[in-house]
């Protein structure tokens, strides 16, 4: 029980240690940040408890094909992003003089209406979004804390967004590290025990290899399913690692890059503790196969393997990796949301009365939203990423990797990928769809790539009739364009 107390306080206590590391600058501000707290910090708000427990319990059920998503958040979500858009982005950013991913869009293709539109977008659909990610947090602490989920939920709210008002970006960043880190060893003390378990990395595969295939896992489950469960993997590694390139969250880390040489530094170790997170998960969650009963739920398959083989001591410090999941990606997430209501949606820097007011607004929408059993937040929670995805990520690319700058074209873009993406989700998705699907045999095609097909046709026609801002699209100075 004392391990317990002192383990639980210290990571708190670090917390707003590390939140105050922001404190005196400004919110929207990181200032020189080391390239390790940038690696782990995007890490973690890449990487949130849905990817831990919940894609590792679809690793019990699928087998090794998971490890393709790994690859592909390791390799397109991470290599790819620092090798052609993160320094590009940090150009961009220096060059607009923007603060915030929206403002980065909106002083690009020069649309200050594009700006409040999508600032709106960011503070609903990401606020909403945050309230999944607290209630995930709040129920794993209520395995272990003799407390109300309802009140756990506004005790990590709280605990959020203390950080926002504490931090802002700076401390933000230095908090994320701290829970990157966390996983990490959570992660890996996990692997250790499985790896015992079945007598190693090897001789687990070779055993997992025998046995008889399932209807997820029709191969077998050391290969690609066929069919529609192959598919499925596919496009999930897709949503998971190219629609990331355009969420705010992410854009925002690489406003606090120094310089390109600082790039090279970040990335190798940004995708060796990925591999280690994500792969490590998947790949211990295929081979609980071996030895865990059936698990009626994906779900309930990486809590019932840590009682499993963990020690009480264990178990603390794996949930703690958990809601450091949780948490790192509620503050980034909050962060931009916060960020939106108090200096996007205005027009102009944000005063502290402004962001307090912004944080009141997030802890309210988020931690109502979490105690709420209803369709339509539920659809916004499961459907916020690949929507934003497709609604930025054309605008986005076309700007700072080419120097496009078009606000019919981006207006065409954005509009077109937010609303056929909505549109797909009401006509397919099998929990919520409300619209009758004039196509059946289209219905297993990912939202994110219809929105994306969309808003990409949308971006053709916008630059096609706009012949001024073809003119005038130049963006990048001379001498200044990045050279990768």
């Known amino acids: ?204 595969m070779a055993r997992l290899a025998e046995l008889a295939p399932t209807a997820t896992a029709n191969t077998g489950f050391v290969s690609l399913a066929d069919g529609g469960q192959g598919w499925f993997i596919i496009s999930l590694v897709i949503v998971t690692s190219v629609a990331v390139w355009a969420q705010p969250q992410m854009i925002q880390r690489h406003f606090a890059l120094n310089s390109a040489r600082q790039v090279n530094r970040i990335t190798p170790l940004a995708m060796l503790v990925l591999t280690v997170l994500v792969g490590g998960a998947y790949y211990v969650a295929s081979l609980a196969r071996l030895f865990m009963p059936e698990v009626a739920s994906p779900d309930d398959v990486m809590p019932a393997l840590v009682k499993m083989l963990l020690p009480d001591i264990g178990l603390q410090l794996f949930v703690l990796a958990i809601v450091s999941a949780s948490l790192s990606t509620a503050t980034a997430i909050f962060h931009i949301a916060v960020a939106a209501i108090a200096e996007d949606l205005p027009g102009r820097k944000t005063s502290r009365g402004m962001w307090v007011a912004g944080i009141v607004f997030c802890v309210l929408l988020s931690g109502g939203c979490a105690q709420i059993k209803g369709q339509i937040i539920a659809m916004l929670c499961t459907t916020s990423w690949s929507i934003v995805g497709s609604t930025v990520l054309v605008a986005y690319v076309a700007l700072v990797r080419f120097g496009k700058r078009s606000g019919l074209a981006a207006w065409c873009s954005c509009c077109a990928g937010f609303v056929s993406c909505m549109l797909w989700y009401l006509m397919t998705h099998p929990q919520f769809a409300i619209l009758p699907m004039p196509w059946p045999s289209l219905a297993t095609v990912p939202p994110f790539f219809v929105g994306f097909a969309f808003s990409l046709a949308g971006w053709g026609l916008g630059w096609a009739l706009d012949g001024e801002g073809r003119r005038n699209s130049s963006f990048w100075p001379a001498g200044m364009k990045p050279g990768m």
Not at 28 to 46: D, E, K, L, P
Not at 61 to 75: D, E, H, I, R
Not at 107 to 136: D, T
Request: proline fraction near 3%; aromatic fraction near 12%.
């Open 1 to 204: 029980m004392l391990a317990d107390v002192l383990i639980w306080g210290g990571y708190i206590a670090l917390f707003i240690w590390l939140s105050r590391k922001g404190s005196g600058h400004d919110v929207m501000v990181s200032g020189r940040v080391g390239f390790g707290i940038q690696a782990f910090a995007y890490v973690a708000t890449y990487i949130s408890a849905v990817a831990l427990v919940g894609f590792g319990g679809l690793a019990y059920a699928y087998g090794m094909q998971m490890l393709l998503v790994a690859a592909g958040n390791v390799w397109l979500g991470t290599w790819i992003v620092y090798r052609y858009l993160a320094w590009p982005t940090r150009l961009c950013q220096r060059n607009l003089q923007a603060r915030t991913p929206v403002q980065l869009l909106a002083n690009g293709h020069r649309s200050p209406l594009l700006g409040r539109c999508l600032a709106l977008v960011f503070a609903v659909f990401l606020g909403v979004y945050a309230s999944a990610v607290i209630k995930g947090a709040a129920l794993l602490l209520a395995q272990i804390m003799p407390v109300p989920v309802w009140l756990l939920v506004w005790i990590v709210a709280l605990l959020v967004a203390a950080a926002i008002y504490m931090g802002g970006l700076r401390g933000v960043l230095y908090t994320e590290a701290m829970q990157g880190f966390v996983m990490l060893v959570g992660i890996c003390m996990l692997t250790v025990a499985v790896f015992d378990k079945v007598g190693g990395p090897l001789e687990g």
